[in-house]
């Protein structure tokens, strides 16, 4: 038995998770540096943010989605009675692993704190997943029972998964008529802090997707720390956005954050700019979580709808360009608020409180973290010298049975793949993923500062900026460009993009290369495929 466990009793009777933690030696250092993070040895996550507003904020609304809207009391109550249809219907018992299909919708997040509150685990994916995908996944984490919303059946019963026993729909009364015969109140399971609650798969580009583990405590851990220190939400607010739940962004942003402070989640099954712009002035939401791209594109059609309900709006998931910036202050007088987050840490561990903003850097460490920008070796590099980003905090990588483990953590602290560079005043100001920046006649060039200049020219709508092989330069500036009311490129145009790179930074760093694309390849959560780009997959 390892030091945790012999702590505190683990809830979980099926191990499986649990028995597939990463060695202690490869765990990266924990932290609980404010005294809203020491937490006690025991708690059920699912109950400490549903049901402490059930006291106070019962007839609130909870969530409001198309479809529905639910008050906390109303939530907790499908929370409570899909929990026993797990339990009494398909004998889950704590440790259990749960597959949930759905967007984002009431039901989805019902079904996310029943497992939890039954002390399950919790595996949210992302709708648009194939058969392949899912069972990857569902083999990767041994899942034996899934919730899936009914529209989304076939793909999961396409799957090969020899360990899913049980698969239970909802949108079809399936799961709605098993819920009407069970009890509205539920006991939580007495699960530890630090028993698992997610395993939340990573977006990965290449190779078998990883697993990350988190513990009730962490659920918790990025409300107190980014949600209490940073975001600052208050019980009046009215969460919006668009990532999906599966996305541990969006876990937080319109689930996690919203509940601790007992305000009001708006959920969106489809959420791209078009749709949020008309929904946030409908719902007369507060606090908006999506993309850096998404922002850009509702800038440009901000005037025609009424945003002035907004208060924060939160940016994570890629860079956000200082144009994108500047244009959604100029659009709606609020200053974005960048942040930088991963699976492995859960949620934002740079970012700055809206006074803190300075814009184009990411942020300073959010408080309870601690974040250094260091060498290959290891050794803290110079104020304003870029170097690989190394955070460490309440939260922390710790994959499902991965040899990735040893690549992640460096003598304690989360290795992130991002190169940065922190400034005299401490702050710190992304680069590019370490992987990507382009060394062109031994100059080091961002492809994200590249993209922030052409950005700047009114005919790009979007673009992506990536290295290219070259035999006398080793690698050169490419660009794939979309443009702004679906123009076609020529060549006097490729000069003219061209030109504007080399006013607007310094001209070494100019796209030798400009491509023109319909639509630039990106991942469900939102992120430029730079390694489709490198292999010449654009549309
Ligand atoms: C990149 C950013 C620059 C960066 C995430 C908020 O994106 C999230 O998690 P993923 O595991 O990806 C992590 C990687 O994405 N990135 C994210 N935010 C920024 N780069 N500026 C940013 N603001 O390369 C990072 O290593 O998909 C974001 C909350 C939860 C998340 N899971």
């Given at each position: 038995m390892d030091g945790m466990m012999m702590e505190t009793v683990s809830?979980?009777?099926?191990?499986f998770a649990r028995e597939r933690l990463p060695p202690r030696d490869q765990w990266p250092e924990f932290r609980f540096?404010?005294?809203?993070?020491?937490?006690?040895a025991r708690l059920n996550c699912a109950s400490v943010l549903?049901?402490?507003?059930?006291?106070?904020?019962?007839?609130?609304?909870a969530l409001v989605t198309p479809a529905e809207t639910l008050t906390y009391g109303q939530l907790a109550e499908r929370v409570n009675r899909i929990a026993h249809v797990l339990v009494n219907r398909t004998g889950l018992v704590p440790g259990n692993r749960v597959l949930l299909r759905g967007a984002n919708t009431a039901w989805m997040v019902a079904a996310y704190f029943a497992v939890l509150k039954a002390g399950g685990i919790v595996v949210a994916t992302m709708p648009l997943l194939r058969a392949k995908e899912l069972g990857q996944i569902l083999r990767k984490a041994s899942i034996s029972h899934a919730l899936c919303d009914a529209r989304l059946r076939d793909a999961l019963a396409e799957a090969?998964?020899?360990?899913?026993r049980h698969v239970l729909h909802w949108g079809d009364g399936e799961l709605e008529a098993l819920c009407d015969a069970e009890s509205r109140d539920f006991k939580a399971c007495?699960?530890?802090?630090?028993?698992?609650?997610l395993i939340g798969f990573t977006s990965g580009t290449t190779g078998e997707p990883k697993g990350t583990l988190h513990f009730h405590r962490d659920m918790l851990a990025i409300c107190d720390a980014y949600g209490r220190e940073?975001?600052?939400?208050?019980?009046?607010d009215v969460f919006i956005g668009s990532?999906?739940?599966?996305?541990t962004f969006g876990l937080g942003g319109l689930v996690l954050f919203p509940f601790s402070v007992g305000a009001t989640a708006v959920l969106l099954e489809r959420a791209s700019p078009e749709d949020l712009l008309p929904a946030i002035a409908r719902h007369h939401a507060t606090v908006c979580f999506t993309a850096p791209t998404a922002y850009r594109a509702m800038a440009a059609k901000?005037?025609?709808?009424?945003?002035?309900?907004?208060?924060k709006c939160v940016s994570a998931g890629e860079a956000l360009p200082r144009p994108v910036f500047d244009a959604w202050r100029e659009a709606t007088g609020l200053s974005l608020m960048d942040g930088i987050g991963a699976t492995e840490m859960l949620h934002i561990f740079i970012a700055a409180r809206e006074e803190q903003i300075r814009p184009g850097a990411t942020g300073?460490?959010?408080?309870?973290y601690e974040a250094k920008v260091i060498d290959a070796d290891g050794a803290k590099v110079p104020r304003g010298t870029p170097g690989r980003l190394a955070v460490r905090g309440p939260t922390g990588c710790r994959y499902?049975?991965?040899?990735?483990q040893a690549r992640y953590v460096e003598d304690g602290w989360n290795i992130t793949g991002d190169t940065y560079i922190q400034d005299g005043d401490g702050y710190f100001w992304y680069q590019a993923r370490s992987d990507d920046m382009i060394i062109s006649a031994g100059y080091n060039i961002a492809g994200p500062e590249v993209e922030a200049a052409l950005l700047t020219?009114?005919?790009?709508q979007e673009c992506g900026v990536i290295g290219v092989p070259d035999d006398e330069r080793g690698m050169v500036v490419k660009a794939f460009v979309v443009l702004a009311d679906g123009g076609a490129g020529d060549a006097a145009l490729v000069r003219a993009l061209q030109e504007h790179v080399k006013a607007e930074i310094a001209?070494?760093?100019?796209?030798?290369q400009v491509e023109f694309v319909d639509r630039l390849p990106r991942t469900?959560?939102?992120?430029?495929q730079r390694f489709a780009l490198r292999q010449g997959v654009v549309a």
């Open positions: 809830a979980h009777i099926d191990g540096t404010l005294p809203q993070l020491r937490y006690p549903l049901d402490r507003n059930l006291a106070a904020r019962a007839d609130h609304p090969d998964a020899p360990a899913l007495d699960t530890a802090a630090e028993d698992i609650a940073v975001l600052r939400p208050e019980p009046s990532p999906p739940l599966a996305f901000a005037g025609e709808h009424d945003l002035s309900s907004l208060r300073l460490p959010v408080p309870g499902l049975d991965d040899p990735r020219h009114p005919l790009v001209p070494y760093k100019y796209p030798r469900e959560t939102g992120k430029l």
